[in-house]
């Protein structure tokens, strides 16, 4: 593993971060409880025994950030969908975007569809126009002419998904990013607090105080 800046050396912290999020990466997306054969981690850090439980033990002192699964984890089929994930937030989810959206309009319906699509990752321009069978000619034309754009869209439907997934469900912060379609946690995290100024932590303790919900 590598920083993703080129110039920004992956530190124990930044890398025991990534080994976390790959970990439960891997469970989210097999429905497994899986444990990592090994870990290793350059320099010293100090590992509390809840971590080092997640991971199976704490890692290894090593030249570099390194996660290793068993060979048979890496067979095991992907969950692109979890259904009983779904059969809990997905009800009456259209109907209230549709209430409040309105899909009358271009940009109602690619809202609709941008929440459907955000947990496949397919997003792009072009991918939303052949959801929608349109052009992303004119796509971009009817958006502009509604006042809006396909990424101000996207934005305002992946934080409405954020704020029901922070207030009714329990869901970690690495499986709502990976609902909300960004390549990482960190991404997410990012995203929200320069929507609300809070961190998902915070604004679900404000959200839900009485859920006794906590963000892992």
């Known amino acids: 593993m590598h920083s993703s800046e080129a110039r920004v050396p992956m530190t124990p912290r930044m890398g025991l971060f990534e080994i976390l999020y ?14 990592p054969a090994e870990t290793t981690l350059p320099g010293a850090l100090p590992i509390d025994a809840k971590t080092a439980a997640f991971l199976g033990g704490a ?27 779904w059969e809990t937030l997905e009800p009456g989810f259209s109907e209230q975007l549709a209430e409040r959206l309105g899909t009358d309009t271009m940009a109602g319906r690619l809202k609709q569809a941008l ?18 069978n349109i052009s992303k000619r004119s ?21 409405e998904l954020s ?11 690495p499986e709502i990013s990976f609902l909300l379609g960004f390549r990482d946690a960190s991404s997410f995290l ?13 604004y679900r303790a404000a959200k839900a105080p009485e859920a006794g919900m906590q963000v892992h």
Do not use: H
């Open 190 to 202: 990012r995203a929200f607090q320069g929507w609300t100024g809070l961190t998902p932590g915070d």
């Open 115 to 132: 929440s459907e699509a955000l947990p496949g990752g397919a997003t792009t321009n072009d991918a939303m126009a052949r959801r929608l």
């Open 59 to 85: 890692p290894k002192p090593g030249g570099v950030v390194s996660l290793t699964f068993r060979a048979e984890d890496a067979d095991l089929p992907l969950i692109t969908r979890n259904a009983s994930l």
């Open 163 to 173: 704020e029901r997934y922070l207030k009714d469900s329990a869901l970690s912060v």
């Open 22 to 35: 790959i970990t439960e990466c891997a469970r989210c997306f097999t429905g497994l409880d899986l444990v």
């Open 139 to 159: 796509l971009q034309r009817r958006l502009t002419e509604e006042g809006t754009s396909f990424q101000a869209l996207l934005g305002e439907t992946r934080f």
